[in-house]
């Protein structure tokens, strides 16, 4: 059955570092997607950034990139020169096969904390 | 395009009370999907339509909760009798089809506490 882990239930990170957020997955499929969805505190979510598991380079989104290591089966989400708006949790979730029309699992999310 | 949008945004029921959850998903999305954040848990899946039917129910915790999409427009999830372990984020997703590298859009979620 897939699972998501995510470890860190909570981190605090002084403004402008990098952050990388753990995440480490299990699934029997060979086709899968990965993601990492955004919560503020106003609630929505908002998608960030999507790897596949065929994809050859790690995904990159502006100042967020994804650390793909598909032997570990991790995806790391890591944020460079975070900013006080980052502040919010974070959840990476995937999909199993490649229809955007199968589930995704999620994990239970990491609180980040940007320090000004 | 307008988004994911859901109603009531918050809603406090009493134990044993009905209550209805909407969501009005982007235009155009076939597919549309629930799924539930209890506090500090992970966000778990409950059900996906397509369309007007139901893709997959896997996820509904019990027969207390009912979910139908009206003409595979508008979705209501309906939770009757309401009991305590209910209360949480209940959130409303779509995506279109065949765009793999496409996430869902999300709503901004029906915080429900049951009293």
């Known amino acids: 059955a897939q699972k998501i882990t995510q470890t860190q239930p909570g981190m605090f990170v002084q403004e402008k570092e990098a952050v990388t957020l753990d995440c480490t997955y299990d699934?029997?499929?060979?086709?899968?997607?990965l993601f990492w969805y955004k919560q503020p505190s106003s609630g929505e979510m908002i998608f960030l950034i999507y790897q596949g598991s065929y994809d050859e380079q790690n995904a990159t989104e502006g100042r967020y990139s994804l650390n793909f290591q598909k032997a570990r089966k991790s995806a790391n989400l890591v944020i460079s020169a975070s900013q006080l708006g980052d502040s919010a949790m974070y959840f990476c979730a995937m999909r199993e096969g490649y229809s955007s029309a199968s589930k995704i699992i999620f994990g239970s999310g990491t609180r980040l904390s940007i320090r000004p | 395009e307008a988004g994911v949008t859901q109603f009531p945004s918050h809603s406090v029921i009493e134990k044993g009370q009905t209550v209805t959850l909407r969501c009005d998903p982007i235009?155009?999305?076939?597919?549309l999907y629930w799924y539930r954040r209890v506090m500090g848990k992970e966000i778990k899946f409950l059900l996906h339509f397509v369309k007007e039917s139901k893709q997959d129910e896997s996820g509904m915790p019990n027969n207390r909760f009912l979910a139908e999409r009206t003409g595979g427009t508008y979705s209501t999830l309906k939770v009757q009798p309401a009991e305590l372990e209910d209360s949480g984020v209940y959130f409303c997703?779509?995506?279109?089809?065949?765009?793999?590298?496409?996430?869902?859009?999300f709503g901004s979620g029906t915080r429900l506490t049951v009293v």
């Open positions: 699934t029997s499929d060979q086709s899968y997607g």
């Open positions: 997703a779509s995506s279109p089809n065949a765009r793999r590298r496409y996430g869902y859009t």
């Open positions: 235009s155009g999305h076939d597919n």
